[in-house]
């Protein structure tokens, strides 16, 4: 067989996509955005949300209700249970009591 069909079953060969000699593109930062929710715990910014949410993110920020966005560190993160804890530098922060 020609044009690239093997002898067994078929099948096409492929040639590569990049060809040896030729320089290769640089790869694009990959920059991922994802969503989820929290509660307010704290008046003073702690917020509790799932591990799933903030793990390997390098970069977090809240959306509060008025539409501010408020950079946020995270504090604490147990994987076994999904809960995470975060914290935004903000007061008087409406919030649910805890406990």
Do not use: C
């Not at 069909?5 to 930062?29: A, E, T, V, Y």
């Not at 993160?77 to 009591?97: E, F, M, Q």
């Amino acid at each position: 067989m020609s044009d690239g069909d093997d002898s067994q079953g078929g099948m096409q060969q492929f040639k590569p996509l990049r060809q040896f000699g030729m320089p290769m593109q640089p790869q694009q930062p990959h920059i991922e955005h994802g969503l989820g929710s929290g509660v307010i715990i704290s008046p003073d910014g702690y917020i509790v949300t799932n591990n799933h949410v903030v793990n390997g993110a390098v970069d977090v920020n809240v959306t509060m209700s008025d539409r501010r966005i408020l950079p946020a560190k995270v504090v604490g993160t147990d994987p076994l249970t999904d809960l995470a804890v975060i914290k935004v530098n903000a007061t008087d922060l409406p919030s649910v009591p805890w406990g």
